[in-house]
T-cell receptor, first 115, second 114 residues
Framework: AQTVTQSQPEMSVQEAETVTLSCTYD???????LFWYKQPPSRQMILVIR????KQQNATENRFSVNFQKAAKSFSLKISDSQLGDAAMYFC????????????WGAGTKLIIKP | EPEVTQTPSHQVTQMGQEVILRCVPI?????FYWYRQILGQKVEFLVS????????KSEIFDDQFSVERPDGSNFTLKIRSTKLEDSAMYFC????????????FGPGTRLTVT
């Protein structure tokens, strides 16, 4: 069975600085998807960024980028120019391509932005 | 932009009571999901639903839980006899078709069992 591990329960960063959130996963599959979701205090789940395992190029979305290391089974999220609105829980999630497509979640990292 | 909606936003119920949580997925979506998040913990998969039947369920989804899509639009999660440990945020999600990348999440229903 696949597992997702986020080893940082909490991270803090100064506003405008860069922060990296870690995620590792375990799978025997070669094709899958990886996601980062943001959960602000409202508890709504918001997709931040996704990565297809077959793509070597790291995904980027504005200030958000990933470092996808398939051999190491690592999928970290880098947030550049951190803003107060980035403060939230961040969840890493894995999705198989040959199941019923449900997400397997990490435990989350609470990101604190210091003004 | 189409979105997944969930009602109610907050439900308070007494232990032993039945609750029904409602979701309206995006209209052309085909796969539907329920997830649970106990406060301060990770999100857990409960059940997936496709072609009007359960396609997969987790160990959490025992006989106390059921899902249905009664009218082709609503997607409901019923808990027959709630327990204190059912208190959690319940999220509904859907995808249009595999291998669509993104699951579209509703805003969640906070269930409080007293």
């Amino acid at each position: 069975a696949q597992t997702v591990t986020q080893s940082q329960p909490e991270m803090s960063v100064q506003e405008a600085e860069t922060v990296t959130l870690s995620c590792t996963y375990d799978t025997s599959e070669s094709d899958y998807y990886l996601f980062w979701y943001k959960q602000p205090p409202s508890r709504q789940m918001i997709l931040v960024i996704r990565q297809e395992a077959y793509k070597q190029q790291n995904a980027t979305e504005n200030r958000f980028s990933v470092n996808f290391q398939k051999a190491a089974k690592s999928f970290s999220l880098k947030i550049s120019d951190s803003q107060l609105g980035d403060a939230a829980m961040y969840f890493c999630a894995y999705r198989s391509t040959d199941s019923n497509y449900q997400l397997i979640w990490g435990a989350g990292t609470k990101l604190i932005i210091k003004p | 932009e189409p979105e997944v909606t969930q009602t109610p936003s907050h439900q308070v119920t007494q232990m032993g009571q039945e609750v029904i949580l409602r979701c309206v997925p995006i209209s052309n979506h085909l796969y539907f999901y329920w997830y649970r998040q106990i406060l301060g913990q990770k999100v857990e998969f409960l059940v997936s639903f496709y072609n009007n039947e359960i396609s997969e369920k987790s160990e959490i989804f025992d006989d106390q839980f059921s899902v249905e899509r009664p009218d082709g639009s609503n997607f409901t999660l019923k808990i027959r006899s709630t327990k204190l440990e059912d208190s959690a945020m319940y999220f509904c999600a859907s995808i249009p078709r595999p291998p669509s990348y993104e699951q579209y999440f509703g805003p969640g229903t906070r269930l409080t069992v007293t």
